[in-house]
Protein backbone atom coordinates (compact mmCIF):
# COMPACT_ATOMS: atom_id res chain seq x y z
CA UNK A 1 0.00 0.00 0.00
CA UNK A 2 1.80 3.35 -0.60
CA UNK A 3 1.89 6.53 1.49
CA UNK A 4 0.40 9.37 0.66
CA UNK A 5 1.51 12.79 2.08
CA UNK A 6 -2.39 14.43 1.24
CA UNK A 7 -5.58 12.84 2.61
CA UNK A 8 -7.61 12.57 -0.72
CA UNK A 9 -10.91 13.78 -0.48
CA UNK A 10 -13.13 10.84 -0.26
CA UNK A 11 -12.34 7.95 2.24
CA UNK A 12 -10.83 4.48 0.68
CA UNK A 13 -14.00 2.82 1.23
CA UNK A 14 -15.99 5.04 -0.64
CA UNK A 15 -13.52 5.69 -3.42
CA UNK A 16 -13.27 1.65 -4.40
CA UNK A 17 -16.91 1.18 -4.43
CA UNK A 18 -17.55 3.91 -7.07
CA UNK A 19 -14.25 1.81 -8.50
CA UNK A 20 -17.13 -1.37 -7.89
CA UNK A 21 -19.99 0.69 -9.33
CA UNK A 22 -17.52 1.63 -12.37
CA UNK A 23 -17.53 -2.67 -13.11
CA UNK A 24 -21.11 -2.94 -12.47
CA UNK A 25 -21.83 -0.34 -15.20
CA UNK A 26 -19.51 -2.00 -17.96
CA UNK A 27 -21.99 -4.31 -19.96
CA UNK A 28 -19.28 -6.05 -22.40
CA UNK A 29 -16.13 -7.82 -22.51
CA UNK A 30 -15.49 -5.03 -25.04
CA UNK A 31 -16.19 -2.09 -22.27
CA UNK A 32 -14.47 -4.35 -19.64
CA UNK A 33 -10.87 -4.85 -21.53
CA UNK A 34 -11.19 -1.18 -22.57
CA UNK A 35 -11.80 0.00 -18.77
CA UNK A 36 -8.82 -2.06 -17.45
CA UNK A 37 -7.04 -0.79 -20.52
CA UNK A 38 -7.01 2.66 -19.42
CA UNK A 39 -7.37 1.96 -15.39
CA UNK A 40 -4.20 -0.70 -14.96
CA UNK A 41 -0.97 -1.06 -16.23
CA UNK A 42 0.30 -3.62 -19.08
CA UNK A 43 2.06 -5.68 -15.92
CA UNK A 44 -1.03 -5.05 -13.67
CA UNK A 45 -3.52 -6.75 -16.11
CA UNK A 46 -0.63 -9.51 -17.14
CA UNK A 47 -0.50 -10.10 -13.64
CA UNK A 48 -4.47 -10.45 -13.25
CA UNK A 49 -4.63 -12.87 -16.23
CA UNK A 50 -2.33 -15.07 -14.44
CA UNK A 51 -4.29 -15.07 -11.04
CA UNK A 52 -7.10 -15.64 -13.03
CA UNK A 53 -6.41 -18.19 -15.44
CA UNK A 54 -4.85 -20.69 -12.66
CA UNK A 55 -8.45 -20.25 -10.86
CA UNK A 56 -10.01 -23.33 -12.73
CA UNK A 57 -7.23 -25.61 -12.18
CA UNK A 58 -7.28 -24.68 -8.62
CA UNK A 59 -10.78 -25.73 -8.64
CA UNK A 60 -10.11 -28.85 -9.95
CA UNK A 61 -7.38 -30.05 -7.77
CA UNK A 62 -4.27 -30.18 -10.47
CA UNK A 63 -1.01 -29.85 -8.70
CA UNK A 64 0.83 -26.86 -8.86
CA UNK A 65 3.73 -28.28 -11.03
CA UNK A 66 0.74 -28.92 -13.39
CA UNK A 67 -0.82 -25.96 -13.60
CA UNK A 68 2.32 -24.34 -14.55
CA UNK A 69 2.87 -26.62 -17.28
CA UNK A 70 -0.66 -25.39 -18.69
CA UNK A 71 -0.13 -21.84 -18.12
CA UNK A 72 3.15 -20.57 -17.55
CA UNK A 73 1.95 -18.84 -13.99
CA UNK A 74 4.97 -19.04 -11.20
CA UNK A 75 4.34 -21.52 -8.51
CA UNK A 76 4.69 -18.26 -6.21
CA UNK A 77 1.89 -16.86 -7.76
CA UNK A 78 -0.21 -20.13 -7.94
CA UNK A 79 0.45 -20.51 -4.41
CA UNK A 80 -0.71 -17.10 -3.82
CA UNK A 81 -3.90 -17.71 -5.60
CA UNK A 82 -4.24 -20.83 -3.86
CA UNK A 83 -4.26 -19.49 -0.63
CA UNK A 84 -6.59 -16.30 -1.10
CA UNK A 85 -9.28 -19.16 -2.36
CA UNK A 86 -8.60 -21.01 0.57
CA UNK A 87 -8.97 -18.14 3.20
CA UNK A 88 -9.57 -14.66 1.43
CA UNK A 89 -12.64 -13.15 0.83
CA UNK A 90 -14.25 -15.51 -1.65
CA UNK A 91 -14.67 -13.31 -4.53
CA UNK A 92 -12.31 -15.91 -7.05
CA UNK A 93 -14.80 -18.58 -5.90
CA UNK A 94 -18.17 -16.53 -6.27
CA UNK A 95 -16.78 -15.08 -9.70
CA UNK A 96 -15.63 -18.82 -10.98
CA UNK A 97 -19.33 -19.78 -10.17
CA UNK A 98 -20.73 -17.68 -12.25
CA UNK A 99 -18.39 -17.21 -14.93
CA UNK A 100 -17.71 -20.69 -15.07
CA UNK A 101 -13.98 -20.98 -15.96
CA UNK A 102 -12.81 -23.75 -17.79
CA UNK A 103 -9.24 -24.80 -18.14
CA UNK A 104 -8.02 -24.64 -21.36
CA UNK A 105 -5.26 -27.30 -22.33
CA UNK A 106 -2.41 -26.36 -24.34
Known sequence: MKRRSLTPELPEDDAEARLCRAFLSLRTVAEVRAFLADLCTPA???AMRDRWSVVPHLLAGEPYREIHEHTAVSITTIGR???TLAG???????????GKPRAVRA
Open 88 to 98: GAGGYRLAATR
Open 44 to 46: ERE
Open 81 to 83: VAR
